[in-house]
T-cell receptor
């Protein structure tokens, strides 16, 4: 699976959009981009995934560049409960039963 | 809703004790995983299992063993607990390969302290 690079930490004002970038310049055609987050003292939680089109669900939006070498997770109106570590993970469509590999992620702090 | 439960949220054990961490999932998932998480080191995979009685070593299996006698249950065993095994332990399960999206569902974690 391709390697990802994320900023170590970011701050965001409550009520504003939080834009979390991820670089995955070596991504291949059959690899999806997944985002998970981990709120303090809980297990990671799936947020969203995408292949090449932009995606939106009730939690967030995922914007993938046309060349697929980077993506941005957008939390449109961040709240204090969105303070968490956000992980960007690239995984091939058929990776067998192998587990997700979590990097260090981005620690997002939402500030009142 | 998928539910992954872990037997304890907090556990304190003495050095040399045998420790069992239990994990149960209720979604009939084939795959189950054990991770540990330490500050600055992120999530590290200890063992995983893709079927009953099957197991695969992860990145840091030393000092641990696992047992999967039933599909819904995956146990992590510390044969002789040591202080460097003080950590947060997270269990997860996932549906079979090829499922999109590939979601791993995590339990709430067990914070183990070995004194």
């Amino acid at each position: 699976d391709a390697k990802t690079t994320q900023p170590t930490s970011m701050d965001c004002a409550e009520g504003r959009a939080a834009n979390l970038p991820c670089n995955h310049s070596t991504i291949s055609g059959n690899e999806y981009v997944y985002w998970y987050r981990q709120i303090h003292s809980q297990g990671p939680q799936y947020i969203i995934h995408g292949l090449k089109n932009n995606e939106t669900n009730e939690m967030a939006s995922l914007i993938i560049t046309e060349d697929r070498k980077s993506s941005t997770l957008i939390l449109p109106h961040a709240t204090l409960r969105d303070t968490a570590v956000y992980y960007c993970i690239v995984r091939a469509m058929f990776s067998g039963n192998t587990p997700l590999v979590f990097g260090k992620g981005t620690r997002l702090s939402v500030i009142a | 809703d998928v539910k992954v439960t872990q037997s304890s949220r907090y556990l304190v054990k003495r050095t040399g004790e045998k420790v069992f961490l239990e994990c149960v999932q209720d979604m009939d998932h084939e795959n189950m995983f054990w991770y540990r998480q330490d500050p600055g080191l992120g999530l590290r995979l200890i063992y995983f299992s893709y079927d009953v009685k099957m197991k695969e070593k992860g990145d840091i299996p030393e000092g641990y063993s696992v047992s999967r006698e039933k599909k819904e249950r995956f146990s992590l065993i510390l044969e002789s607990a040591s202080t460097n095994q003080t950590s947060m332990y997270l269990c997860a399960s996932s549906p079979p390969q090829g499922t999109i999206p590939y979601e791993q569902y995590f339990g709430p974690g067990t914070r183990l302290t070995v004194t």
